[in-house]
């Protein structure tokens, strides 16, 4: 019997699928959402600075859930969909039963990452914020309200370094861009505010910081992200940590921002 119900959002690939793989090591029943179902729904690298197709897809990422004996339940979600999201989430609600930890992984993938604020379109730029946070506040309000209403509830937001520190380099030379930088603060700001709004309510919210990951995206992207391809660690690690924080959520703050690496480094997974 399962010890728990999870979502995680953005798992085809890369983190996400590590991570909801990881939940069901442990025990958890997980519904993973994505734009990418199958193999015939593979596309491109969505920034156009690569024709080459993504690997990855729900159905794979579900065949390796139910390997370890959990329950699995591909669900097709596209960010930009807005009208879609908050049925998303109440779909998942009736066919869990129930949600216990929502990973909010999912990003926008598109054009406008990594040039320098005068070289974006605004519209771009509007489309990064929306999926990066508008999106996730309507996927995520069914889901926390549902939680409220139980009295307990783990969110999980993978943040990034982008939204709480200086720029390292310019913007498609190993630094991240206008764009993403405001919209992952927004975002990174969403997990200190609930924390404190809904603690009293019995739900935790912490925001993930994984440092360098070397997902299969940006392998193939490289260029402008060639330090992470080259520096960054496997996503399994990643989807290890986050198990256990998960199962060890009583040792964390509600609003406090999580070094997943630094924790990696302190349970011997990867060497300091």
């Given at each position: 019997?399962?010890?728990?119900?999870?979502?995680?959002?953005?798992?085809?690939?890369?983190?996400?699928?590590?991570?909801?793989?990881?939940?069901?090591?442990?025990?958890?029943?997980?519904?993973?959402?994505?734009?990418?179902?199958?193999?015939?729904?593979?596309?491109?690298?969505?920034?156009?600075?690569?024709?080459?197709?993504?690997?990855?897809?729900?159905?794979?990422?579900?065949?390796?859930?139910?390997?370890?004996?959990?329950?699995?339940?591909?669900?097709?979600?596209?960010?930009?969909?807005?009208?879609?999201?908050?049925?998303?989430?109440?779909?998942?609600?009736?066919?869990?039963?129930?949600?216990?930890?929502l990973l909010?992984?999912?990003?926008?993938?598109?054009?406008?990452?990594?040039?320098?604020?005068?070289?974006?379109?605004?519209?771009?730029?509007?489309?990064?914020i929306f999926?990066?946070?508008t999106a996730?506040?309507?996927?995520?309000?069914?889901?926390?309200?549902?939680?409220?209403?139980?009295?307990?509830?783990?969110?999980?937001?993978?943040?990034?370094?982008?939204?709480?520190?200086?720029?390292?380099?310019?913007?498609?030379?190993?630094?991240?861009?206008?764009?993403?930088?405001?919209?992952?603060?927004?975002?990174?700001?969403?997990?200190?505010?609930?924390?404190?709004?809904?603690?009293?309510?019995?739900?935790?919210?912490?925001?993930?910081?994984?440092?360098?990951?070397?997902?299969?995206?940006?392998?193939?992207?490289?260029?402008?992200?060639?330090?992470?391809?080259?520096?960054?660690?496997?996503?399994?690690?990643?989807?290890?940590?986050?198990?256990?924080?998960?199962?060890?959520?009583?040792?964390?703050?509600?609003?406090?921002?999580?070094?997943?690496?630094?924790?990696?480094?302190?349970?011997?997974?990867?060497?300091?």
């Open positions: 019997m399962a010890i728990g119900k999870a979502v995680v959002t953005g798992a085809s690939r890369g983190i996400g699928k590590a991570s909801a793989i990881a939940l069901a090591k442990i025990g958890f029943d997980v519904a993973i959402t994505a734009r990418t179902v199958s193999k015939e729904d593979q596309a491109p690298e969505p920034s156009g600075l690569s024709n080459t197709m993504l690997p990855g897809s729900l159905e794979e990422t579900a065949e390796i859930i139910r390997s370890h004996n959990a329950q699995a339940l591909p669900v097709y979600m596209d960010l930009m969909d807005k009208d879609q999201l908050v049925p998303t989430a109440e779909k998942i609600i009736d066919s869990l039963g129930r949600v216990d930890v909010s992984n999912a990003v926008y993938s598109g054009p406008g990452n990594y040039g320098r604020f005068l070289d974006n379109d605004l519209d771009d730029v509007a489309d990064r999926g990066n946070v996730q506040m309507f996927f995520l309000k069914p889901i926390l309200a549902s939680m409220v209403e139980r009295g307990s509830g783990i969110l999980l937001f993978m943040t990034s370094a982008a939204a709480y520190e200086c720029p390292f380099a310019m913007p498609g030379k190993g630094g991240w861009g206008s764009a993403y930088t405001v919209s992952k603060g927004g975002f990174h700001r969403l997990a200190i505010q609930l924390g404190y709004e809904y603690g009293i309510d019995g739900i935790t919210a912490l925001n993930l910081q994984p440092g360098l990951v070397a997902t299969e995206r940006v392998k193939i992207v490289r260029g402008p992200v060639e330090n992470v391809a080259s520096l960054g660690v496997d996503p399994e690690i990643i989807g290890e940590v986050i198990a256990h924080i998960t199962s060890n959520i009583s040792d964390y703050v509600s609003g406090e921002t999580i070094q997943l690496q630094k924790v990696a480094t302190e349970l011997g997974i990867i060497a300091s």
